[in-house]
């Protein structure tokens, strides 16, 4: 149980027998004033997906940093695994077009890897071979799956991705998409994700969470799908998500990521049987 929440607190870190990587309890940010987030209640457990929609302006990269430690909340408390790796792939990353990057200078800009390891992670995300690549001659596709295996480095528990598939065609998304669930399928790591791509999030999420400064819905893509709140904010966007993105699992895992059978599974998500 975590404590109660006090201003600007930052609550207990979970024992190692707690499940949860991480989890926010009555988190509010203020910012000149007006709130950001209000009365945030999240937990984030392992192996799952959990998707963040919303408009723009609700929060959403605000939330994300809380989960990172980068935004302290004003009020609430949140707690993190100890010792938890956190791989994050920001919602923009301006690099000077006029400075010389290779992928491989960008990959080991903060810490030294060996080349079979950024090789490695750069085969994962489908560009192992723009190794030796200058930055400035990638598509946006490319872009973003080198800040993705940039992120796989740290090997991380919970992997956090702001909009991911920015500057992406539609056909790109929908690849990236699946290399994200494999990802998360061959490491059995948390992914957490912001997005505005309705028609896939529903294929992508094992769990959705709908944020305008508050909580408006949360649950597995099925429930979000029909809540009133959910099509009151996107309208005519969200009408038949579901009838063409219906979320089954091909596989079944427990909150350790580890696999398991159907009837073992915790995640709340419906399953192929």
């Given at each position: ?21 991480a ?35 609700g ?17 609430g ?30 990959m ?74 494999e ?11 912001v ?56 596989h ?22």
């Open positions: 149980m975590l404590d109660k929440p006090q201003r600007g607190a930052l609550a207990r870190p979970p024992t190692d027998g707690d499940v949860s990587l989890a926010l309890q009555d988190v509010e940010v203020r910012r000149g004033g007006r709130a950001i987030l209000s009365h945030i209640d999240l937990t984030i457990e392992a192996g799952e997906i959990l998707t963040v929609i919303g408009p723009n302006g929060g959403k990269t605000t939330l994300l940093k809380v989960v990172l430690g980068l935004i302290k909340p004003d009020t408390s949140v707690a993190i695994r100890p010792g938890l790796r956190l791989g994050y792939v920001p919602q923009r990353l301006q690099l000077d077009p006029t400075l010389p990057m290779t992928v491989r200078r960008l080991t800009l903060t810490r030294r890897h060996r080349d079979a390891d950024l090789i490695e992670a750069l085969a994962e995300t489908g560009v192992g071979h723009l190794l030796d690549a200058d930055v400035t001659t990638l598509s946006g596709g490319e872009f973003q799956r080198l800040l993705i295996a940039r992120a796989l480095l740290v090997r991380p528990e919970l992997l956090v991705l702001d909009e991911p598939v920015q500057g992406v065609d539609f056909s790109g998304e929908l690849a990236l998409y699946e290399r994200i669930a990802i998360r399928r061959r490491h059995g790591c948390a992914v957490l994700l997005s505005h791509d309705l028609h896939v999030v529903m294929a992508a999420a094992d769990r959705v969470l709908c944020l305008n400064g508050h909580v408006c819905c949360a649950g597995v893509p099925s429930e979000v799908a029909v809540a009133p709140e959910y099509h009151r904010l996107f309208g005519p966007r969200a009408a038949g998500t579901v009838a063409i993105y219906k979320h089954h699992h091909d079944t895992h427990n909150l350790h990521g580890e696999v398991v059978s159907a009837d073992q599974c915790t995640c709340g998500a419906p399953h192929k049987g």
